[in-house]
């Protein structure tokens, strides 16, 4: 296919002088129009000319305003991307929405791997189906993403190289690597064209640029990008224009039958004297195995979900007082920010993975899409829908990396909740955890029961199970919850050996 | 000194719990009021009292709201933070205005590595000096910092020690670094006393916190927190109550005799022949230096600045056609974000410092702070005036680091100017590039040639010297540049050994 895509096509220098001051002028105003638009455009550029797909990029910021440019070249992991999932750097790449991302220099070098056997078919694999369910989420939150691969069929690599050995005006542009790639192309082009095919994507397909003329491939290129970002636009005012999509209401109130809410034994107690005991003896545990942890440099990711007054931040502080301070970060979710609006939902998480060795402790969490979201119409129904998935994908990501994840849902029964919010009014310094809209919540009773019955049916998954904690007594709660973390982390700590200083 | 603070205070358990309860409302307000305010909050929490520190931590997590809490505990440089300055990682744990950051974990090491012998007297100085200047860059900008040192003499840590060991519910908190600690105590107590006081800092003492009662010590660092936060928020409204105070104006529009700019020969020229051959002749010195740069691993941060239309954009352009699109990031200085605003002005800069082996090529910087702030009255004089010694600590850091600095005024006169506005005015893809606020600005140029004369003056240092570049010639401006960078490069990168592939 890739052979297939290169015509040789030429453009003649009058033409291309003749065609440059429009798009010049076009790229520029779809780049300033896209600015108040609600995406942000993605342009994928790979290929196997790397000198046509470096200078493209040159391009593009030559004919563009580079303010509105944010591009990343993926090179071999640094420290900080290889402590955490693979795609983590990626995510951090996302330009805001308005902004334009060039993303270069990644699936070269992933083939390059697999032809040095450094990684395996399924390694490549598995980094083609992230890679591809990445991509469907950022589509599906309506990113513009332009993929384009640059192809030299091999007698035109050579050729080139040849040319601009002789010439020395070009002749620095060519390094070794142009060599390999040249070299082994025959062998590199089934796994090119796997990877293109297993990365096709409605709405986001690989466009094979021929990189034989450059003036032929500058204004492809150029082209493409003016159509997509002016397509994009005019799509999106179409949907504004149309009449207003049903917002998600307040749901199905309750689904026949039971919950597995109504599996949790609310009344589960523990008394003063075996919480004081297993108290000290879990925080002990826990303190040497999270040193144990940052020594094997395993990492947790704990997830904090409950009622309203169920107790979670008393629970966190139980964990993190039996922590070194440098050893875990609480991560509180509240209502995302002005620059947080600007990305898609997961990337204010993806932002605090842990690196190796740490803990982070989210105090509510990307599940907020599929709860209070869902519940209030902040999300479309489509959206929370489609949550569920990318969740999963987003913890599996996590988990592939070696971390350990541990949810927890606090439940409490809404007398208890009810006596909770009385009392902190009643305490000081508890009053400014206590709003009207707290209050407001607890009307939606069975919208959430309904939500956290989908939640866990759902996200239950082996690699990251909900623990279903009650919780109308906290400590048996916090006891709970030390003990399920505890037991975890003895899971996927190596134990110290003997002799070994700490 | 620190043998001398401690005295051994105790606090009755009642006494304690009959404080607590106000001490804590008190701090949560201190921390909402906080939220509105101007300036941010920095809790340097340090000691040899480690368990003591660490609690501490984790009582302010405890008391306060960790919504708006940035805790950073510092421990050995990660590889992120080893390729760039040193203090990269102090600013980039910076707490954005009305937040509250807590630093931990940083002085002991240093002081630990200094017993250690892997630095040497120098190095703890020019440690010391650096914080030293950082903390009053902060405290300038209006940003409460508290430094908390915290201390137990000798005898008591050996006490707590061998205790500690004798009780399993307490054993658990003690591991081999406190020992260590204890036994170096009388070695490391002078190096102690002698970088709190090179670091002490008038508006930012440090506060020796006796470790010996829990109790006592909890006590005193929230009461001392709670009276800094209060304190700094009257000092804040009793400003603001104030009268204004002046704004700079549009100062001495121009001292008498010449200036730098008078030196500069706006009529240098090249001709067509000499800058084809030049260019392609430096472009490809610079390719090679450039990926020579990235394998010795030496980054280079250039700056320009210049007249508005005096060609930064199009000599940036020369640079970076002869680089791979991974080696370099331009980065344009506009007016800051919101999310910028909220920090000091130098920390978007220090944001964007490259790691090694990268190039970041700033159009426009830093200097804006002495040049449009100044001129248009955005910066007080103050504000400006004590700019130029941080622009040259800031920019003596980068230097220390091994990084290349170069910085570029590009001069062009006013008549040039005009009729380069007028031909922007007639390219379509250029209109964009040309505002009304260009032509306001031409009003004030007597004030901007001031501006530059000052700054040129002032942050021309041997380090880092500016090159007045003329160009009214556009072709004769880039060569300039193009050898600038070439030169400079040159005398930093070792040349590439014979017979290694490149």
Same mark, same amino acid.
């Given at each position: ?46 290929? *196997? ?15 563009? *305003? ?5 591009? %990343? ?65 950022? &589509? ?39 060599? &390999? ?90 008394? *003063? ?46 964990? %993190? ?15 995302? #920010? ?50 569920? *998935? ?44 206590? %709003? ?13 029961? #309904? ?33 399920? &973390? ?17």
């Amino acid at each position: 296919m890739l052979d297939e895509a290169v015509r040789g096509e030429r453009v003649a220098k009058s033409t291309y002088e003749a065609a440059l001051p429009e798009l010049r002028v076009d790229l520029l105003n779809a780049q300033y129009d896209l600015r108040s638009a609600g995406f942000a455009t993605v342009v994928v550029v790979a290929g *196997d000319d790397r000198q046509g797909a470096n200078d493209t990029v040159n391009v593009l910021h030559e004919w563009m *305003d580079s303010r509105y440019l944010d591009t %990343t070249v993926f090179r071999e992991l640094t420290q900080d991307e290889s402590e955490r999932p693979r795609f983590w750097r990626t995510w951090m790449a996302l330009p805001a929405k308005g902004r334009t991302g060039i993303w270069a220099g990644g699936v070269l070098r992933v083939i390059n791997h697999r032809l040095d056997g450094n990684i395996n078919d399924d390694d490549l694999d598995a980094f083609a189906r992230h890679l591809q369910r990445m991509q469907a989420e950022l &589509v599906a939150d309506g990113t513009l993403v332009l993929k384009l691969w640059f192809h030299l069929p091999r007698p035109e690599h050579e050729k080139r190289l040849k040319k601009a050995k002789k010439n020395p005006r070009l002749g620095w542009r060519v390094d070794e690597l142009d060599w &390999v790639v040249a070299e082994r192309l025959p062998a590199a082009t089934p796994l090119i064209e796997r990877f293109l095919r297993e990365t096709e994507l409605p709405g986001a397909p690989w466009y094979v640029i021929d990189g034989t003329s450059w003036r032929s491939r500058n204004l492809t290129t150029g082209q493409l990008l003016r159509d997509a970002i002016v397509g994009a636009l005019a799509d999106e005012q179409a949907r504004d224009a149309a009449p207003a999509p049903e917002v998600s209401p307040p749901r199905p109130l309750r689904r026949s039958g039971r919950t597995v809410l109504d599996k949790i034994d609310l009344g589960a107690t523990i008394d *003063d004297d075996a919480y004081s005991r297993r108290l000290a003896l879990l925080q002990a545990k826990l303190y040497r195995l999270s040193i144990q942890a940052r020594d094997a440099r395993v990492s947790s990711v704990l997830v904090f979900e409950g009622n309203d007054a169920s107790g979670k931040g008393g629970t966190i502080r139980r964990l %993190t007082r039996a922590m070194e301070a440098g050893d875990y970060k609480v991560v509180p979710t509240a209502a995302p #920010t002005a620059e947080e609006r600007r990305y898609h939902y997961l990337w204010r998480f993806w932002r605090r993975l842990p690196r190796d060795g740490q803990m982070a402790i989210f105090d509510r969490s990307w599940y907020g899409r599929v709860l209070v979201e869902r519940v209030e119409g902040f999300a479309t129904e489509g959206e929370w829908q489609r949550a569920y *998935d990318e969740i999963n994908d987003f913890e599996l990501q996590i988990v592939e990396a070696g971390d350990f994840v541990a949810k927890f849902w606090l439940a409490i029964s809404p007398e208890e909740q009810l006596a909770r919010f009385t009392a902190r009014r009643q305490t000081p310094y508890k009053q400014h955890k206590i %709003t009207d809209e707290d209050y407001r919540n607890r009307e939606r009773w069975d919208h959430y029961v #309904t939500a956290v019955d989908d939640m866990v049916l759902q996200t239950s998954t082996d690699y990251a199970p909900w623990t279903l904690v009650p919780a109308n007594d906290k400590r048996y709660a916090r006891i709970t919850v030390l003990e399920t &973390v505890v037991a975890g982390l003895q899971a996927l700590v190596p134990p110290k050996k003997k002799g070994k200083a700490v």
